[in-house]
């Protein structure tokens, strides 16, 4: 099974597509994790991430190229963040066609603007991966990672200031996707508002009746 996932940030792209994984046993290939783990040593794309703007489409297109050479992605994958704007979807179409790869739904967690900026500026994040929300998904111990004791902390482009921004890019550069996608007949609409469990429970109830 090939999935991808899209929404506005804060939607729970990320949180839905952890639970998707270990359930499917498919990888999970989020460019934001990739940059953010590149940006340790590239400066330009940490000052993207930083200000809320998208990294170059030929970057992106190239990175998600190579990931999906390695072996692990032929037991099924899980796209999150990626696509992001129409010309990302179009190079991903060619790149799947020349692999003989099919998607076979865009799951399109959907929340609105009010729901995003509450759930982006509450998220706390653990350098282990774990994500938290300080009043809806709250760690046992404030500040502290249930998974290993780590300390938690905002992400740099959570910050108020940048909130807006990434919800305008969005608006402007990926919402056209849901169009695009609709077309293909694979988008599947998912009510991103409903908690954690609800949402997984209608994704899940999606994969297993196909
Ligand atoms: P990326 O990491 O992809 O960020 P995003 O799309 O903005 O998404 P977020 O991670 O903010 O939100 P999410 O939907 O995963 O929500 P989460 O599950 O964490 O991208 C970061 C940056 O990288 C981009 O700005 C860009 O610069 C660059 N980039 C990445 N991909 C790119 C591409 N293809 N092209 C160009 N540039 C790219 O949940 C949010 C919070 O809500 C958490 O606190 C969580 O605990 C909580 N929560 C989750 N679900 C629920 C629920 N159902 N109810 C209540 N709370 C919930």
Known sequence: MNCILVGPPGAGKGTQAKKIVEKFGIVHLSTGDMFREAKKSEEGISKLLASGQLVPDETVVNMIKKRLEKDDVKKGFLL????RTLNQAEELDKMLKTKNIKIDAVFFVDVHFD????????????SCGASYHVDFIPPKVEGKCDACNGDLIQRNDDKENVVKDRLDVY??????????????????????LKNESEVFEEIKKYIKAK
């Open 80 to 83: 999150d963040g990626f696509p």
């Open 115 to 126: 729901e995003a900026v509450k759930r982006i500026s509450g998220r706390r994040v653990c």
């Open 171 to 192: 608006e402007k550069q990926t919402r056209p996707l849901i169009e695009y996608y609709k077309k293909t007949g694979l988008l599947v609409n998912i009510d991103g």
